[in-house]
């Protein structure tokens, strides 16, 4: 999606600016299926250490399903719309991993 695209340029842009996020490193990443958007965000998280900051931000689509309990999933490149709760990344997912970092701040 190309708004997504300019999306995360945007953002990356605020945060590496010396002045605004100051950040060491950012990595973008775009146009990722449901198995990469989980690896990228667990082997990401993983490697933090105590002191950083880490935030964990996906542009694009998602959806509530009511059958789920009403949990929240990322819609990724290869989710069927008729199987997002198998087929897409859920935020207990994100959730789940953001608690398992070492990092003391995340977002």
Known sequence: MPSTQADV???RQVLEHRNIGAFASVQPM????ADDMRQAISEFLEQC???????V???GHGTR???AGGEFFFIA??????????TGVSAGFVNEQLEQCWARKRS
């Open 65 to 67: 399903l009511v059958q």
């Open 49 to 55: 250490e105590q002191d950083e900051l880490v935030l």
């Open 30 to 33: 775009t146009d990722l299926t």
């Open 9 to 11: 340029w945007q953002l």
């Open 57 to 59: 931000y996906v542009s």
């Open 77 to 86: 490149t290869d989710t069927d719309c008729d199987r997002i709760s198998e």
